[in-house]
């Protein structure tokens, strides 16, 4: 009886030394092991990385450019275009000489005044915007926002206002204050009438924005940006 026990913890003994030394033994390689499945993983994804090396850079959205549309007079619109998604410089540039994208803006200059019937004066900033998304050739670019251009369209914003005493008598074209402007969202979603806002830059609340197109000062002297 003595014997079997005896035998017993011995192999007892035995499994608890070869437990020991595969604890060791794991231990001692468990880092080299997953430093080398690391180096593996990343060689594989770097294999499989379809990226085009010029989208390979740090990336944010970009500013493509002011497109000035206007009729023979000088008076119309200035539309700013951006990038719909994040984009490297390297990738910008590339948009940038896309002949589509290139033709598009020549067509919207050209078309937009014979459209409008010669000029722009008197045209509503959202019948042009919804005339503008027409030349939206490629997804890569967007309308940021739309001003107003033009001596006398932009100083169709200047003048009594019947709630502002002190009323502005002329737009300053170095702040551009108080003319007519909408953003994307305008742009895009306000496509009916009742969702239309109009927005004067640089203007306090209340008066920075309205539901039509209002032909007066939105800013007093007093608040003139200098």
Same mark, same amino acid.
């Given at each position: 009886? +003595?014997?079997?026990?005896?035998?017993?913890?011995? +192999?007892?003994?035995?499994?608890?030394? +070869?437990? #020991?030394?595969?604890?060791?033994?794991?231990?001692?390689?468990?880092?080299?092991?997953?430093?080398?499945?690391?180096?593996?993983?990343?060689? @594989?994804? !770097?294999?499989?990385?379809?990226?085009?090396?010029? *989208?390979?850079?740090?990336?944010?959205?970009?500013? @493509?450019?002011? @497109?000035?549309?206007?009729?023979?007079?000088?008076?119309?619109?200035?539309?700013?275009?951006?990038?719909?998604?994040?984009?490297?410089?390297?990738?910008?540039?590339?948009?940038?000489?896309?002949?589509?994208? #290139?033709?598009?803006?020549?067509?919207? #200059?050209?078309?937009?005044?014979?459209?409008?019937?010669?000029?722009?004066?008197?045209? !509503?900033?959202? *019948?042009?915007?919804?005339?503008?998304?027409?030349?939206?050739? !490629? &997804?890569?670019?967007?309308?940021?926002?739309?001003? =107003?251009?033009?001596? *006398?369209?932009?100083?169709?914003?200047?003048? &009594?206002?019947? !709630?502002?005493?002190?009323?502005?008598?002329?737009?300053? @074209?170095?702040?551009? #204050?108080?003319?007519?402007?909408?953003?994307?969202?305008?742009?895009?979603?306000?496509?009916?009438?009742?969702?239309? =806002?109009?927005?004067?830059?640089?203007?306090?609340?209340?008066?920075?924005?309205?539901?039509?197109?209002?032909?007066?000062?939105?800013?007093?002297?007093?608040?003139? =940006?200098?």
């Amino acid at each position: 009886m +003595n014997q079997m026990n005896l035998k017993k913890n011995r +192999n007892q003994m035995k499994n608890n030394d +070869n437990t #020991q030394v595969w604890i060791i033994l794991i231990a001692r390689f468990f880092v080299p092991i997953m430093v080398v499945l690391g180096v593996i993983i990343i060689c @594989l994804k !770097d294999c499989a990385d379809t990226t085009d090396p010029i *989208d390979d850079a740090w990336k944010k959205v970009e500013h @493509l450019c002011n @497109l000035h549309v206007t009729d023979s007079t000088g008076e119309g619109f200035r539309v700013s275009y951006v990038t719909s998604k994040a984009v490297t410089p390297a990738r910008l540039k590339e948009i940038e000489s896309r002949k589509p994208i #290139q033709e598009a803006m020549e067509r919207l #200059q050209k078309e937009a005044p014979e459209h409008f019937g010669g000029s722009l004066l008197e045209v !509503d900033i959202y *019948d042009f915007a919804a005339f503008a998304r027409k030349y939206d050739v !490629d &997804p890569i670019i967007e309308i940021h926002c739309i001003f =107003v251009e033009g001596h *006398d369209k932009c100083n169709l914003y200047a003048g &009594p206002n019947p !709630d502002i005493p002190d009323s502005a008598g002329y737009i300053d @074209l170095n702040t551009e #204050q108080g003319v007519l402007w909408i953003d994307h969202n305008d742009v895009y979603y306000s496509t009916l009438p009742e969702e239309r =806002v109009y927005r004067y830059w640089k203007c306090e609340f209340p008066y920075d924005t309205s539901e039509k197109d209002e032909r007066f000062a939105h800013f007093s002297k007093s608040q003139r =940006v200098r």
